[in-house]
């Protein structure tokens, strides 16, 4: 087992990493937290149900008094709409500041909880329970929280950080192969900008980590999680060196876009977009040809990326209104090494033409 601490600027939290965590989340929580009136599980009715019983009983055991909320699976719920129901529920249960809310879930509860736990009576106290890969080695680490408009994804939010998060590995028996494997698309990720004894492990034990198998999915999630903890410790607020995490995820988002967020998960058109970055890299002579392969060739170790139908034009164009352009130039972060990025802030559409129309034939 492993305990990573966080220490931002705005907060200082641990993240444990272990099996057979979920029953020991409440008397780990409570010494943290000044009073707790009670206890708000925020989770959908799949999670609450596999997962649920053991954090519920936790509190109830201390004699806390435990609410469990519920909201349906699936990025369409992670709205405005959403949280406003659920912050009348608070009210309608009495809720106070000395509630201690928990996000049992993936990225889109955890994103939404922690919004919740910002703006409820202006910020109570919350954990972070993730159950997918993704939010464990991601989205619960780093005090991003909020949620989507119609306009664009995460528009709304703030930056407001957990108490603890408690990474439970044992919730990850029941996920998807699909998401698990999407997931490490972000752990390639970690290793590709900064960690390349992480890297190099995952291509010693691709099969394997793919597989779930714990003895060498842990270090990857450990390692993924200090990688984060890392950059976040350094730039909370985005300024500055945290823009490294958005390696892939220009091109990505605009392929989410492009797909009407519904054919490809997250990880997966990050896997894509990592591979755009890579083509790049490689025309500005930036990345020789055989680490370009090793990148792509861990890519697909996590696949199979699905297909989707996309014009280049189309993507490049949705990539210049990325909410991360800045003064009408495009910026990269494209890998010179395994382990290190440039930020490359000149990238023209034409260059990005090329470089997409490169990753689509691929
Ligand atoms: P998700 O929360 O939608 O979960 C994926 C699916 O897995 C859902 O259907 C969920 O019900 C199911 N699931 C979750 N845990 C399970 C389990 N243990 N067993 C069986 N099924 C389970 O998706 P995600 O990939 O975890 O998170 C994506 C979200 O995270 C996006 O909204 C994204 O914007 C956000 N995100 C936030 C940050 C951040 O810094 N805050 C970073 C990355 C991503
Ligand atoms: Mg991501």
């Given at each position: 087992?492993?305990?990573?601490?966080?220490?931002?600027?705005?907060?200082?939290?641990?993240?444990?990493?272990?099996?057979?965590?979920?029953?020991?989340?409440?008397?780990?929580?409570?010494?943290?937290?000044?009073?707790?009136?009670?206890?708000?599980?925020?989770?959908?009715?799949?999670?609450?149900?596999?997962?649920?019983?053991?954090?519920?009983?936790?509190?109830?055991?201390?004699?806390?008094?435990?609410?469990?909320?519920?909201?349906?699976?699936?990025?369409?719920?992670?709205r405005m709409t959403t949280i406003e129901r659920l912050l009348e529920e608070l009210a309608q249960?009495?809720?106070?500041?000395?509630?201690?809310?928990?996000?049992?879930?993936?990225?889109?509860?955890?994103?939404?909880?922690?919004?919740?736990?910002?703006?409820?009576?202006?910020?109570?106290?919350?954990?972070?329970?993730?159950?997918?890969?993704?939010?464990?080695?991601?989205?619960?680490?780093?005090?991003?929280?909020?949620?989507?408009?119609?306009?664009?994804?995460?528009?709304?939010?703030?930056?407001?950080?957990?108490?603890?998060?408690?990474?439970?590995?044992?919730?990850?028996?029941?996920?998807?192969?699909r998401e698990l494997r999407a997931g490490l698309q972000e752990s390639v990720k970690a290793g590709?900008?900064?960690?390349?004894?992480?890297?190099?492990?995952?291509?010693?034990?691709?099969?394997?980590?793919?597989?779930?198998?714990?003895?060498?999915?842990?270090?990857?999630?450990?390692?993924?999680?200090?990688?984060?903890?890392?950059?976040?410790?350094a730039d909370e607020r985005e300024s500055g060196l945290r823009m490294i995490l958005n390696f892939?995820?220009?091109?990505?988002?605009?392929?989410?876009?492009?797909?009407?967020?519904?054919?490809?998960?997250?990880?997966?058109?990050?896997?894509?977009?990592?591979?755009?970055?890579?083509?790049?890299?490689?025309?500005?002579?930036?990345?020789?040809?055989?680490?370009?392969?090793?990148?792509?060739?861990?890519?697909?170790?996590?696949?199979?990326?699905?297909?989707?139908?996309?014009?280049?034009?189309?993507?490049?164009?949705?990539?210049?209104?990325?909410?991360?352009?800045?003064?009408?130039?495009?910026?990269?972060?494209?890998?010179?090494?395994?382990?290190?990025?440039?930020?490359?802030?000149?990238?023209?559409?034409?260059?990005?033409?090329?470089?997409?129309?490169?990753?689509?034939?691929?």
């Open positions: 087992m492993s305990d990573i601490r966080v220490e931002a600027a705005s907060a200082s939290y641990t993240v444990h990493v272990d099996r057979n965590l979920l029953a020991s989340i409440a008397e780990r929580t409570a010494p943290l937290a000044r009073k707790i009136s009670q206890v708000f599980i925020v989770t959908s009715p799949e999670i609450d149900r596999l997962w649920g019983a053991p954090v519920r009983n936790g509190f109830e055991t201390l004699g806390k008094r435990v609410t469990t909320l519920l909201i349906p699976a699936g990025e369409s719920h992670k249960h009495g809720a106070d500041r000395d509630t201690l809310l928990v996000a049992l879930g993936g990225g889109v509860l955890g994103d939404m909880t922690g919004f919740l736990a910002a703006i409820w009576m202006r910020g109570v106290p919350f954990i972070q329970v993730p159950t997918t890969l993704l939010s464990q080695v991601d989205s619960s680490v780093g005090g991003k929280t909020g949620a989507n408009l119609a306009a664009g994804k995460n528009l709304v939010g703030a930056f407001y950080h957990p108490l603890a998060v408690f990474a439970d590995l044992d919730t990850l028996s029941t996920l998807p192969p590709v900008i900064r960690y390349p004894q992480l890297f190099a492990f995952m291509e010693q034990n691709a099969e394997a980590i793919r597989n779930g198998e714990l003895s060498v999915l842990q270090p990857v999630i450990e390692d993924s999680i200090r990688m984060k903890a890392e950059v976040v410790e892939g995820h220009t091109v990505g988002h605009a392929i989410e876009a492009a797909t009407g967020y519904k054919q490809l998960l997250h990880g997966e058109a990050i896997g894509w977009g990592m591979i755009a970055a890579v083509r790049l890299a490689q025309s500005r002579n930036l990345l020789d040809e055989a680490t370009a392969t090793r990148i792509t060739k861990l890519v697909h170790a996590f696949g199979p990326l699905p297909p989707f139908e996309a014009e280049a034009q189309h993507l490049v164009t949705l990539t210049g209104s990325d909410k991360k352009k800045r003064s009408g130039t495009l910026s990269f972060i494209l890998p010179t090494s395994i382990g290190t990025v440039d930020i490359v802030r000149d990238v023209t559409e034409a260059e990005l033409l090329t470089a997409v129309e490169t990753m689509l034939a691929e």
